[in-house]
Nanobody
Framework: QVRLVESGGGLVQAGGSLRLSCAVSGPTFSSRTMGWFRQAPGKDREFVAAITWGGGSTYYRDSVKGRFAISRDTAKNTVYLQMSSLKPEDTAVYYC?????????????????WGQGTQVTVSS
């Protein structure tokens, strides 16, 4: 059983930065993909970024490229999402997710385990 616990959310002004962390407990196979998704009020959950646990390949949605960076520390079993140049439209609950590698890494259906979410609010 994989357990994911997010932390690091909060309130920040536009242009600021936050780093989200996702502590992973349970099996962390090299074939796993770790993802970050977000959900704003009244909107569907959307893909933000993903990283393969073994090789460290990274993937991003277009609107966060150049501003967000996903990384993982295999020794600490932790995944990070460094967010910079934050915009009000980045406001959402951010979720960490774990799944097996798939070409559909951007799909929530690819992930079988989810954290409880952490709120990120960006004020203008």
């Amino acid at each position: 059983q994989v357990r994911l616990v997010e932390s690091g959310g909060g309130l920040v002004q536009a242009g600021g930065s936050l780093r989200l962390s996702c502590a992973v407990s349970g099996p962390t196979f090299s074939s796993r993909t770790m993802g970050w998704f977000r959900q704003a009020p009244g909107k569907d959950r959307e893909f933000v970024a993903a990283i393969t646990w073994g090789g460290g390949s990274t993937y991003y949605r277009d609107s966060v490229k150049g501003r967000f960076a996903i990384s993982r520390d295999t020794a600490k079993n932790t995944v990070y999402l460094q967010m910079s140049s934050l915009k009000p439209e980045d406001t959402a609950v951010y979720y960490c997710a774990a799944g097996y590698y798939s070409s559909t890494y951007y799909s929530a259906g690819n992930y079988g385990y989810w954290g409880q979410g952490t709120q990120v609010t960006v004020s203008s």
